[in-house]
């Protein structure tokens, strides 16, 4: 079995953070695969950079030629997991709902950490669109932004642990880590809290484990139907140069895909 994680931005250090965590928990014979966007923000922290780095995921799933069985999308409250859903004919797995699934599965409520306050709306919209909000006894930033989660390990540390205490006093009985960039602290903040801590990324590589051993996988009845053909123009973006046309058609088909992607990216 073959996972695919992405992260949605471009900083490689926190795909490397990523891979590392959600090969940990990988099962015997699961390969894991991690990479980024060939373009985009190098950290995402607000709509415009969401947006941005949901068109540059779906590039560079239209332009990968690796084949895998499920795609884990590693961006917490981020948008562009439906159009990957679209996309690909493999499941397709969010560490946002895969996280808030698993904590409901530990605990009567769940309270979500993540980096700047700025986030809360967007990840209490996501968790609303999938029906997962009511059990959230909240959401709760940092103050630390996605980068800033790199350069000081104990800082990171202590503020999460702080955060995630005053979630437990509210209620919380389970916590989830609210960004890939948090990837492998859960054991640490679990020590300290003595509750539940789930971190997303480990919780999705898991469930597409699951997905795929029982053959399952993305309805296409209806929401998630193939894009219907049409021409779209300058897309795929990454594949211009070679291409050299202003015109391309979606394909919905992983076989199918561009072959032409930079050297330069992490793991692929």
């Known amino acids: 079995m073959r996972i695919l994680v992405m ?118 919209d996501r968790l609303l669109t999938a029906g997962l909000l009511q059990r959230c006894a909240g959401i709760r930033g940092t103050g630390l932004g996605v980068l800033e989660l790199e350069e000081d390990a104990r800082r990171t540390e202590r503020i999460i642990v702080e955060t995630a205490r005053e979630l437990v006093r509210a209620g919380a009985e389970v916590i989830c880590l609210g960004c890939g960039g948090m990837a492998g602290l859960q054991e640490k903040v679990a020590a300290e809290l003595g509750v539940p801590v789930v971190d997303g990324v480990a919780a999705a590589v898991k469930f597409a484990e699951a997905v795929v051993g029982l053959g399952l996988t993305t309805s296409t009845v209806r929401s998630f139907a193939a894009p219907r053909p049409k021409r779209i123009g300058g897309w795929p973006i990454s594949g211009q140069a070679s291409q050299q046309a202003s015109e391309l058609s979606v394909s919905a088909v992983p076989s199918a895909r561009n072959a032409d992607f930079s050297p330069e990216t992490s793991g692929i």
Request: a negative charge; hydrophobic letters at 45%; glycine letters at 8%.
């Open 7 to 124: 992260n949605p931005n471009t900083t490689a250090s926190m795909t490397a953070s990523i891979r590392a965590t959600a090969t940990a928990v990988a099962a015997p014979g699961t390969e894991i695969l991690a990479t980024e966007p060939l373009w985009g923000p190098e950290s995402i922290e607000g709509h415009f950079e969401g947006y941005l780095s949901a068109a540059a995921v779906l590039d560079r799933l239209t332009t990968l030629d690796a084949p895998f069985d499920a795609l884990v999308m590693a961006g917490f409250g981020e948008p562009g997991r439906e159009g990957a859903q679209e996309l690909l004919d493999v499941p397709v797995l969010d560490i946002t709902e895969s996280a808030a699934q698993m904590a409901m599965m530990l605990g009567h409520s769940y309270g979500v950490v993540t980096t700047l306050d700025r986030a809360v709306p967007q990840i209490s």
